[in-house]
C-alpha cells in the first residue's frame, strides 16, 4: 500500500515538509521530557546527523538549515502557547542562544502531536481532492464500530472548530454512499492511495451545507422557517450579534410593551441545531413552526427525566 506521500511529485514536497516537521518536533519534545536545556543548535544538529546524508559536522551552522530552522521556530511557539495553555509554561534562559527547558508531564504534548497529525491529514485531503485522489481510510466514529472504506473526498469544511471531509463512502458489497462525512480526528492509522476510478462530486451536490447549522443533513429533512423568541434583551443581543445561522433575520425587537425579540432562520432540522437552541435554556424558546417546537420540547422532557433518576 502506498501513502499519501508518495502519491505524485507536487505532494512528495508536501509530504516532506509535513514530516520535517513532526520529526523536529519529537526531537525537541524528547528532549525537554529528558529534563534538558534545549537549544535551537541542539536540535537542528540532532536532526541533521540523523536525516541528513549531506550533513558534516565541522563545517555545519544554523544557516545550513534554514528551513529547518524556521520550522523548528513555528513549532516552538506552538508548543509555547499550547503549554501556557496547561498552565505548564516553557522556561527560557539567555538571549541570543536562548535555551528552553521543562518541568511538566508528558500529557500536554500528546495534544500538540494530535494537532499536528490533524494539520497532516487536512494537507493530504486537500491534495486528494485536488488530484482527484481516492484513498483507503480506517475511521472511528464515536457511536459506531470501526470501518475501513474506500474513501473518494469531495470538500474539507470547518465547523465549530472542528475539520471534517465530505465524500463517496465504499465498503466491500454495499452501495457507495453519498455525502458521507468524515471527522479528520475520528481518523485511525494512516491515509493509503488506492488504485481505483474517482467518483466526483455531482453539481451542487453539497449546496445543502448552507442552509443547516453544523454538517448533518437528516434523512426526509424539509427546509423550514423557524422562529425562535429570546426571552430577554440579553439573550436577544446575544443570537443577534452572533447569529446561529446566516439566513437568520430579525422579525420582533424587544420594545416597551415586551422584553422579547424574534428572529427568523431558514434551515433543515437536524442535532446540532436542537444543541444550539437547548445551550440557551429556557431564555431561547421555538414560536414555530409546531413540528420542530415539539421536537425541541420532547427534547427538553427527555432531557428532565433524566435528572428525576
Known amino acids: 500500500m502506498t501513502t499519501i506521500g508518495n502519491m505524485g511529485r507536487n505532494n512528495i514536497l508536501r509530504a516532506k515538509r509535513s514530516e520535517k516537521r513532526l520529526m523536529l518536533l519529537n526531537i525537541f519534545k524528547e528532549l525537554l521530557l529528558k529534563g534538558e536545556e534545549v537549544s ?15 550533513y558534516n559536522a565541522e563545517n555545519w551552522n544554523r544557516k545550513c538549515s534554514s528551513e529547518e530552522n524556521n520550522i523548528l521556530k513555528t513549532i516552538i511557539f506552538e508548543i509555547r502557547t499550547e503549554l501556557d495553555k496547561f498552565g505548564y509554561p516553557l522556561k527560557e534562559s539567555g ?58 473526498p469531495h470538500l474539507l469544511y470547518l465547523y465549530n472548530g472542528r475539520l471534517f471531509v465530505f465524500g463517496v463512502s465504499e465498503k466491500k458489497g454495499k452501495e457507495p454512499f453519498r455525502k458521507f ?11 493509503e492511495k488506492v488504485d481505483k476510478n474517482y467518483i466526483k462530486a455531482n453539481t451542487g451536490e453539497y449546496n445543502y451545507l448552507n442552509k443547516i447549522v453544523g454538517v448533518t443533513l437528516e434523512k ?31 422579525v420582533l425587537y424587544p420594545g416597551k410593551y415586551h422584553d422579547y425579540g424574534e428572529v427568523e432562520l431558514k434551515v433543515y432540522p437536524n442535532v446540532e441545531l436542537v444543541g ?14 409546531k413540528g420542530f417546537r415539539e421536537r425541541v420540547a420532547n427534547e427538553l422532557c427527555r432531557a428532565i427525566e433524566q435528572y428525576k433518576r
Open 40 to 54: 535551537y543548535d541542539m536540535v537542528l544538529r540532532i536532526y541533521n546527523e540523523k536525516y541528513n546524508k549531506e
Open 95 to 152: 538571549n541570543k542562544n536562548k535555551t528552553y527547558k521543562y518541568d511538566g508531564p508528558e500529557g500536554p504534548f500528546k495534544n500538540i502531536e494530535f494537532k499536528a497529525k490533524l494539520e497532516e491529514w487536512k494537507s493530504d485531503f486537500d491534495f486528494c481532492i485536488k488530484e482527484e485522489q481516492p484513498v483507503r481510510i480506517t475511521y472511528k466514529p464515536f457511536d459506531k464500530g470501526r470501518m475501513n472504506i474506500i474513501f473518494h
Open 181 to 191: 462525512c468524515i471527522a479528520l480526528d475520528r481518523i485511525e492509522g494512516n491515509i
Open 220 to 250: 426526509n429533512a424539509e427546509l423550514i422557517t423557524i422562529r425562535l423568541r429570546a426571552h430577554d434583551g440579553y439573550t436577544f443581543g446575544r443570537i443577534t450579534t452572533k447569529p446561529i445561522h446566516d439566513s437568520q433575520r430579525t
Open 276 to 289: 444550539q437552541i437547548l445551550s440557551y435554556g429556557s431564555f431561547l424558546q421555538v414560536v414555530s413552526p
